[in-house]
């Protein structure tokens, strides 16, 4: 079964300073992992996805993620903070297949950064 | 592109009455999803299509719950009766399609119902 997990409920974090937001996952095959952030009043928008290939993943805003597959980590970065990337962010992780009936979307429960001036 | 297109943005309707939310997904996706987000339970899939037919509808709370995909560029999610704790944000995402290159989902502005 897919899973994902974000420890962390909030992070804090000086504006100029990186920034990590933790998310690890558990699925059957390969892994297909997103992170979506989300504005208040709004949609999630999506920010990068790992499908195979290189482990750093650069999305946009410039975030990146990095894929670990022995510690079946995702984890947003971001090497300096601003203000404005204040948001909730959420991990996901695709898996199964349309054909067989077991496809799943997961989105963890979200992560509130909070960079501070 | 305008994006998945919601309506209403806020509905505030009364104990018992129906609501209807309606989406338009992007034109030319195959997939549409509804979630519903609250503080206490975060985001839950409820039901999600792929071309207009119902897939899985097991995140459905219960029978007052009820999604139709007339066709790809329309949705709606009914509740009848409505009740107190369906006060959510209700999300509408759509995708191109399910492989992995083609699954990011693109999310509406939401509509935030309210039932007192």
């Known amino acids: 079964a897919q899973s994902v997990a974000q420890p962390e409920d909030q992070v804090n974090v000086a504006e100029g300073n990186p920034l990590t937001v933790k998310c690890t996952y558990s699925?059957?095959?390969?892994?297909?992992l997103f992170w979506y952030v989300q504005y208040p009043n709004r949609g999630l928008q999506f920010l990068l996805k790992?499908?195979?290939?290189?482990?750093l993943v650069k999305g946009s805003y410039g975030f990146e993620a990095e894929f670990n597959k022995s510690q079946t980590s995702f984890h947003l970065k971001k090497p300096s903070a601003l203000v404005s990337d204040s948001a909730l962010y959420f991990c996901?992780?695709?898996?199964?297949?349309?054909?067989?009936?077991?496809?799943?979307?997961?989105f963890g429960t979200g992560t509130r950064l909070k960079v501070l001036a | 592109d305008a994006g998945v297109i919601q309506s209403p943005r806020h509905e505030v309707t009364e104990m018992g009455q129906e609501v209807t939310l309606r989406c338009k997904p992007i034109?030319?996706?195959?997939?549409l999803f509804w979630y519903r987000q609250t503080m206490m339970r975060g985001l839950e899939l409820l039901i999600y299509?792929?071309?207009?037919?119902?897939i899985d509808d097991s995140g459905m709370p219960e029978d007052r719950f009820s999604a139709k995909m007339p066709n790809a560029s329309f949705s709606t999610l009914k509740i009848q009766p409505s009740e107190p704790r369906d006060s959510a944000v209700y999300f509408c995402?759509?995708?191109?399609?399910w492989g992995p290159g083609t699954d990011t989902q693109y999310f509406g502005p939401g509509t935030r119902l309210t039932v007192l």
């Open positions: 995402a759509s995708t191109l399609g």
């Open positions: 699925v059957s095959g390969n892994p297909y």
């Open positions: 299509f792929n071309n207009n037919v119902p």
């Open positions: 996901a992780v695709r898996g199964g297949s349309i054909t067989s009936g077991t496809y799943k979307y997961i």
């Open positions: 034109s030319g996706h195959n997939s």
């Open positions: 790992y499908i195979t290939g290189d482990n």
